[in-house]
């Protein structure tokens, strides 16, 4: 599948360079950035993985939080589509010891099951259906049978106020390309992360609940 030309273009020239910054700010409400990701990861079982592949990865700040989370023994893999945002995970000390690769997560450039679990942080909602459902297909692939897929992202949560609360402070209200993800996060909701799961192969889809239905963490097997 064709990578995404001008989203490749931002992340790698453009948004790599503040990425961080943004991220600590708009993560602030749901306690701050490492508060935030730690909660997230308290639905991601990886007890006994050997092998986890970070499936865009960005800056690096979630390879992070699953190290944290895995087996001492366990080795965290990290790819993203932007060169750009693997240089900023490059710069950080303590990642030195997990690999980076550019990858398009609908061509992911490793054999067919060779990961215990891939966890998919908060990417596919910047993607057209079509991409997601490729990405996703392609994850079933690199698992191993008895292997896992986290996908941490975004939800609709059932709080008219919390879906307006939310809606303001990540910039929904904002036009198209000013909040150029605003198509593609709406597609995903309205068609359900369990829905497309299932689409792609995996069975066994699970779905938790996170930060007052805000968020949302997908479980399931290939």
């Given amino acids: 599948m064709a990578k ?3 989203y490749k273009w931002f992340y790698d020239h453009v948004h790599s360079h503040d990425y961080d910054i943004v991220m600590r700010w708009v993560l602030w409400p749901f306690g701050g950035e490492e508060h935030f990701r730690r909660e997230m990861m308290t639905s991601v079982d990886l007890t006994g993985a050997r092998r ?3 499936l ?3 800056t ?3 390879s992070r939080a699953i190290r944290s989370r895995a087996d001492a023994s366990a ?7 932007s060169l ?3 240089r900023q995970a490059k710069r950080k000390r303590d990642l030195a010891d997990v690999p980076l690769v550019e990858a398009d997560a609908t061509q992911i450039p490793f054999a067919a099951g060779c990961f215990d679990a891939v966890v998919i942080p908060h990417a596919l909602h910047e993607m057209p259906r079509a991409t997601r459902i490729a990405a996703l297909r392609d994850a079933r692939r690199v698992l191993r049978r008895a292997g896992r897929v986290f996908v941490l992202d975004l939800d609709d949560p059932p709080s008219l106020l919390l879906r307006l609360l939310l809606g303001l402070w990540l910039g929904y209200w904002l036009p198209y390309p000013l909040n150029f993800e605003n198509p593609t996060r709406r597609d995903m ?4 992360l369990l829905n497309e799961l299932t689409q792609a192969g995996f069975g066994d889809a ?3 609940s996170k930060f007052r239905g805000t968020m949302q963490v997908v479980t399931a097997r290939p």
């Avoid at 080795?75 to 589509?81: F, I, K, R």
């Avoid at 909701?189 to 359900?192: A, D, S, W």
């Fill in 56 to 58: 865009c990865c960005g």
């Fill in 75 to 81: 080795q965290v893999l990290g790819a993203d589509l």
């Fill in 206 to 208: 699970e779905k938790i």
């Fill in 189 to 192: 909701v309205r068609h359900g």
């Fill in 4 to 6: 995404r030309p001008f």
């Fill in 84 to 86: 750009g945002q693997l």
């Fill in 52 to 54: 986890v592949l970070d």
């Fill in 60 to 62: 690096g700040s979630s």
